[in-house]
């Protein structure tokens, strides 16, 4: 089971998630652990920078860094993010009011 009673602002969290450039970094992470000149090289970011837009979620454990033979790889901890999106109630709501304009729709 997945604690989310760690202390953390829910709203930055938010705002961090739906950033253009931490998407695009998450995205690149939703398969698997990624060495972090691979992911700069793709995202056309510099090392720093990816660490530097993701640094909150780093600090509260939703992006993981290790280190293997000099290079460093980061990681998602898909069960977490699930987690503090199923929970957040901004987010349910865009949802639940997508849902419902799809069925007006059709």
């Known amino acids: 089971m997945i604690n989310l009673s760690e ?13 253009q450039d931490v998407s695009s970094i998450l995205a690149e992470l939703e398969e698997g652990e990624k060495n972090t000149i691979y992911i700069a090289d793709k995202l056309q970011l510099s090392v720093n920078q990816i660490k530097n837009r993701l640094s909150y979620l780093i600090q ?47």
């Open 7 to 19: 202390d953390f602002d829910r709203q930055k969290m938010m705002e961090i998630l739906i950033d």
């Open 60 to 106: 509260h454990n939703f992006v993981l860094v290790r280190q293997n033979d000099g290079k460093e790889f980061l990681q998602v901890d898909m069960a977490k993010l699930n987690k503090i999106m199923e929970n957040d109630d901004n987010f349910k709501n865009v949802i639940d009011g997508l849902t419902e304009l799809d069925q007006f729709l059709n």
